[in-house]
């Protein structure tokens, strides 16, 4: 299963080194905290130096801010290109192989998937301000997704609002966060049909 954080078009060394970094930050805060972890624990964890860190980011927030940010957008263009592959299948397949491609591909990566749901939280307004516009982008998804298959569809499937979906998206993160609290991040597919079935019923055509 492909990595949530992966090497950018950097020189080399300083790509594994950022990329060390925000793995090692992901680490410290599955293991005490974002506010328990501190830059020494990060340093120490990426095996660089405090001096490192700080060349690559400005403090602990901005280095969580990018550790979700490249994470989002690797999780998003999974999801893209699950949509792709199962073009051809009933819409209901379609929708669960892009559920299951999304579970799959977090819980390959625990840490960084503790650090999306749960310690996003709990950093500052910046950090909350970015995790509203996360949850734009699968709202905004899954209303195209359905507007899609609302056209290919019209006797099946309805184009839902916002709101409902947004509502929907909330329901199906708190799924998610409770598996991960308890400890089964890897175990995270295991809900792929219960995932499946709210987005099916939130946008099927109503007899």
Request: net charge negative; glycine share 6%.
């Given at each position: 299963m492909e990595a949530l954080?992966?090497?950018?078009?950097?020189?080399?060394?300083?790509?594994?080194?950022r990329v060390r970094i925000l793995l090692a930050l992901a680490t410290c805060m599955a293991a005490k905290g974002y506010r328990a972890t501190t830059i020494s624990d990060i340093a120490?964890?990426?095996?660089?130096?405090?001096?490192?860190?700080?060349a690559h980011f400005r403090d602990k927030e901005h280095c969580l801010l990018e550790l979700y940010t490249r994470a989002t957008d690797k999780m998003l263009a999974t999801v893209h290109a699950a949509q792709e592959r199962a073009a051809g299948l009933p819409?209901?397949?379609?929708?669960?192989?892009?559920?299951?491609?999304?579970?799959?591909?977090?819980?390959?990566?625990?840490?960084?998937?503790?650090?999306?749901?749960?310690?996003?939280?709990?950093?500052?307004?910046p950090a909350l301000a970015l995790r509203r516009q996360v949850i734009d982008r699968y709202v905004e998804l899954i209303c195209a997704v359905a507007t899609e298959?609302?056209?290919?569809?019209?006797?099946?499937?309805?184009?839902?609002?916002?709101?409902?979906?947004?509502?929907?998206?909330?329901?199906?993160?708190?799924?998610m966060l409770a598996?991960?609290?308890?400890?089964?991040?890897?175990?995270?597919?295991?809900?792929t049909d219960v995932a499946t079935e709210v987005l099916v019923q939130l946008v099927a055509r109503r007899p």
């Open positions: 954080v992966t090497p950018e078009d950097l020189t080399e060394d300083d790509a594994q080194r120490r964890e990426g095996r660089v130096s405090k001096t490192i860190v700080y819409w209901p397949d379609r929708l669960r192989t892009a559920v299951r491609a999304y579970l799959e591909v977090l819980a390959a990566n625990p840490e960084v998937a503790w650090a999306a749901l749960v310690e996003v939280q709990a950093a500052g307004r298959l609302a056209e290919r569809h019209p006797e099946e499937v309805r184009p839902v609002g916002r709101a409902l979906v947004l509502a929907a998206v909330g329901g199906l993160n708190e799924l598996r991960v609290e308890r400890g089964e991040v890897t175990s995270l597919a295991d809900d």
